[in-house]
């Protein structure tokens, strides 16, 4: 009992330190693995572990080789976790380049990390092979921490997240084949062997996957499932199809939970949000407990294996030859630019899956007798710890040094996605600004999504937007809700992570009424509230582009807009491009000859010059109610 409770609490201070120290927890967890595991036998009195994780007759955790069954159970949750967060929206034109890193850069890992094993530790060909199989993947438990604290580009980020999970079932396919291979002596009767169990596991892998994905979001949709049975009940769904799927084509139940994953994620489906942290606080769970116990059960014979030069040289050549090579191949014709190619190229960590398949193929092997097994989980430890420790502290430093660094974030956070919100988004957008819109409402969301604009659900109030890296280069804050408290929130809240370079929030009405009362983080006007906004985009859903001449055009042009209660400024537009939003202090802008003053609603009629219009319809019977929600709500307050 004192034993499993120790990994527990070990497991989440690692996960705590690794937040603290802004390192992939896999680390720590390893190190701790390693510490109570192998290294205790040199301090302790008798020589044993402090945490044995398998029984050896006198003491242990997991009898036989249950302990590689809870750790095949705990990744197809982690896999499945990782799933229902790919969105199919996110591909986008990098479509082909995640294709060719698991196809093509999976082909050159395999080959080139196998030829490097047999020759640096003359290996036997197979257990060079299989060495190779298992460290193709990398996996979205390290791959995730690393890219939350780096700044980039999205498409940058989506490669590598994308990358990261959907290896991780191609990994194990390869690993069982390669198995498979060792285990019938190779010849004929593998080649017939592997191919019977490669069409098996994507048969099943992929039936079992779809079936029941849309079976559960059937029973979900139609509420069959309580509310308080619905986490509990996914859970033992995943569980249920990993284990019927292996059953009929071992580990194909690893492709089938990402197949479930990644069905269900991109599924419109109610309380969604909510199936999410519930796997995600249990993917953290089992994480902190699966490494420790994994790097606990190595031995030390088998570290004093892999302490030596070779290993030192094979890392080496998997990490600065073999991993530059295979994205290389991938991305050509991609339209990539060299330093995103360097960036991906290094950044490569190796994650749980080849961890927990590798102990597992490792002790099997070992106990069949068949030579040069003993080296599997140590070399594959070796890889996943050195990548992990080589990445985590180099990411951020490479990432400055190639140039795909965001020095600074030009992108925006919209919180609300309701009509005015989805006009002003569009307008950005077109302008070539990331633009990415916030809201609780799935329909306003859709909406949004459908103009081309990024969106997410969500709701300020939660803690998960601090940790996506979709908005690394978020800079700009707006908050354009009906609700005074959100805008007030989100400032508040969200002002150092997403604020850096401005945060601004749509007045009240009270502060529309005292100019005294002006906040400094105040949206577009002073004498424009959610309701006039709205109002204007209903009457005229239009943003028109006017030149200006001089800083005393501007502040004239502004003036008009005081009087003149259907005309809204928004932005100041460079010669070059850039967009500057005005502020409700609109005076503190910056305006030089042949920049643009944007504004929205009526178009200004005393301008000698010709005005270019931007026109994106919006639904007037939305916007309406939009404002009577809003009035709604201020009565409701008042009462």
Request: hydrophobic content about 45%; some cysteine.
């Amino acid at each position: 009992m004192l034993e499993l409770a120790s990994l527990i609490i070990l497991g989440i201070l690692a996960q705590w330190l690794a937040w603290k120290i802004k390192t992939p927890a896999i680390l720590p967890l390893i190190l701790i693995g390693l510490l109570v595991g192998p290294i205790s036998t040199l301090i302790s009195e008798d020589g044993t572990k402090w945490v044995e994780p398998i029984w050896n007759g006198s003491e242990g955790l997991f009898p036989g080789e249950s302990l590689f069954y809870f750790v095949s159970l705990a990744i197809s949750i982690i896999l499945f976790e990782g799933g229902l967060t790919l969105r199919k929206g996110e591909v986008g034109n990098i479509g082909p380049v995640i294709l060719k890193l698991i196809s093509v850069g999976t082909i050159v890992t395999f080959l080139g990390a196998g030829l490097a094993a047999h020759y640096i530790f003359d290996l036997t060909w197979q257990i060079s092979f299989l060495f190779s199989a298992l460290i193709i993947v990398t996996g979205p438990t390290v791959i995730t921490p690393i890219l939350r604290n780096i700044p980039l580009k999205t498409h940058v980020s989506s490669i590598l997240k994308w990358e990261g999970i959907l290896i991780d079932p191609i990994g194990a396919l390869i690993s069982v084949l390669m198995f498979e291979f060792i285990r019938v002596e190779g010849g004929q009767d593998f080649t017939q062997t592997a191919l019977i169990e490669f069409g098996k596991i994507l048969l099943f892998g992929f039936t079992f996957g779809f079936t029941f994905a849309h079976l559960l979001a059937f029973l979900i949709k139609k509420q069959i499932i309580p509310h308080y049975l619905l986490n509990v009940f996914t859970l033992a769904t995943v569980l249920g199809v990993f284990v019927m799927a292996d059953t009929f084509a071992h580990e194909s139940g690893l492709l089938a939970v990402v197949i479930m994953g990644m069905v269900m994620g991109n599924k419109d489906l109610p309380n969604i949000k909510e199936l999410l942290y519930f796997k995600e606080s249990l993917s953290v769970l089992l994480i902190s407990i699966l490494f420790i116990l994994l790097a606990a059960n190595i031995e030390v014979e088998e570290l004093l294996l892999v302490f030596n030069w070779n290993s030192l040289i094979l890392f080496g050549i998997v990490v600065l030859l073999v991993r530059p090579i295979g994205v290389i191949l991938s991305s050509l014709g991609s339209g990539l630019k060299v330093k995103e190619v360097a960036f991906i190229s290094w950044v490569g960590p190796r994650g749980i899956v080849a961890a927990g398949i590798a102990s597992l193929f490792g002790l099997r092997l070992a106990r069949e007798g068949i030579e040069g097994a003993e080296y599997i989980t140590p070399l594959v430890f070796m890889i996943v710890l050195c990548s992990v420790l080589l990445n985590a502290a180099t990411a951020r430093v490479f990432a400055r040094l190639v140039g795909v660094f965001i020095k600074d974030s030009q992108g925006i956070l919209i919180i609300g996605a309701s009509s005015i919100s989805r006009l002003i988004g569009k307008y950005l957008h077109d302008n070539k600004r990331h633009v990415v819109l916030l809201d609780n409402n799935s329909d306003n969301v859709k909406k949004a999504r459908k103009l081309g604009i990024d969106a997410i659900e969500g709701s300020v109030y939660a803690d998960d937007l601090m940790n996506n890296i979709e908005l690394n280069d978020i800079g700009y804050l707006m908050a354009m809700t009906g609700n005074s408290d959100i805008n007030k929130t989100a400032i508040s809240k969200f002002k150092k992570q997403f604020g850096e370079n401005g945060s601004f929030r749509v007045i009240t009405a009270d502060e529309m009424n005292n100019p005294e009362k002006n906040p400094t983080e105040g949206l577009f006007s002073h004498t424009d509230d959610y309701i006039k906004l709205t109002d204007v985009s209903r009457k005229y859903p239009k943003i028109h582009e006017i030149t200006l001449n001089s800083k005393e055009h501007y502040e004239g042009l502004i003036e008009i807009s005081k009087t003149d209660t259907d005309i809204i400024p928004l932005f100041v537009k460079t010669t070059d491009g850039d967009l500057t939003i005005i502020p409700s202090h609109s005076s503190e802008v910056e305006i030089e000859e042949d920049y643009q003053l944007v504004y929205l609603g009526k178009k200004i009629q005393r301008e000698e010059k010709a005005e270019e219009d931007y026109d994106e319809t919006i639904d007037k019977e939305e916007a309406e109610q939009d404002i009577n929600e809003k009035k709604e709500q201020e009565q409701e307050e008042g009462n």
